[in-house]
């Protein structure tokens, strides 16, 4: 069997400088994570405050949660809270659509991120899938490993048609990893709205599953990853499958992020 992974999606401006301080800071912990989650899915629209908003409920969350957190992660906090904060601030600040429009014009034009709106939604969802890549792809060090890719199987691309005449398709995967040596793999959709997971992504996650259910040897996750709680990944996987063929795969909300990092590959398999 006969797995490659190649990227497709567009490299963002300011990632390096802006996401991966936050994530590497929010990863030293699952209560930091959780509260990033909640950040996330509260401060999704903007408003002028939004920046100050962020910052309060950074620290009456710190506050709520000081008995869950030891004393590292009590010490740390201020830390992964300014850098959350930062982000925030830099998104909603118009001198980065500035930027953003003069690293790839065509990418700042193709999704209008000269709109704060679309800057704050757009670089939300970016957030959330560098946390969950940065959990994952330390078990692939020696293997295959993307972010925003499509998969080839044995020669066959994952890839679905839809709308009028299938004049449209998915393919891409935000999260991909896979061992050669062991036949294993993860396979993830991120979703910060767990609304978004659509009927397309459940059809593309079910050519995917239909493609490794082939090989009886393998080993694997497929994973829906929400910001959300559980239960509303959960309900938005039920409704979809009352009009779709249902596949088995995994859902993981805020409460359970966590535990992506600490996956041990044996254990799993």
């Not at 069997?1 to 400088?17: A, P, S, W």
């Not at 010490?75 to 930062?86: E, H, I, R, V």
């Not at 993860?186 to 079910?206: A, D, G, I, M, S």
């Amino acid at each position: 069997m006969n797995v490659f992974l190649k990227r497709t999606d567009d490299d963002y401006y300011g990632v390096k400088e802006y996401i991966l301080p936050v994530v590497q800071a929010a990863i030293k912990s699952a209560t930091y994570l959780e509260i990033l989650c909640m950040i996330l899915n509260t401060y999704d629209t903007y408003t002028e405050h939004i920046s100050n908003d962020v910052s309060k409920a950074l620290k009456l969350y710190g506050n709520l949660k000081k008995e869950d957190m030891s004393e590292a992660e009590l010490q740390n906090y201020a830390d992964f809270s300014q850098k959350l904060y930062d982000l925030y601030w830099t998104i909603v600040d118009d001198e980065f659509g500035k930027e953003i429009f003069k690293a790839n014009q065509d990418l700042c034009n193709k999704h209008k991120l000269k709109l704060v709106e679309n800057r704050l939604g757009r670089y939300r969802g970016i957030l959330f899938e560098e946390v969950v890549a940065a959990m994952v792809e330390e078990r692939f060090q020696e293997g295959d490993f993307q972010k925003g890719c499509k998969i080839r199987i044995d020669g066959t691309w994952i890839r679905i048609g839809y709308d009028t005449g299938n004049s449209k398709h998915k393919e891409t995967f935000d999260v991909a990893g896979w061992k050669n040596d062991l036949f294993y793999g993860e396979f993830y959709e991120c979703k910060v709205n767990p609304e978004r997971f659509t009927e397309e992504n459940y059809r593309l996650f079910e050519m995917l599953w239909k493609e490794l259910e082939q090989h009886f040897n393998i080993q694997y996750i497929l994973a829906l990853v929400s910001s959300e709680t559980k239960e509303k990944v959960k309900k938005q996987k039920e409704y979809l499958e009352e009009t779709v063929e249902k596949i088995e795969f995994k859902v993981i909300g805020r409460e359970d992020l966590y535990n992506i990092l600490n996956y041990q590959i044996p254990e799993i398999a």
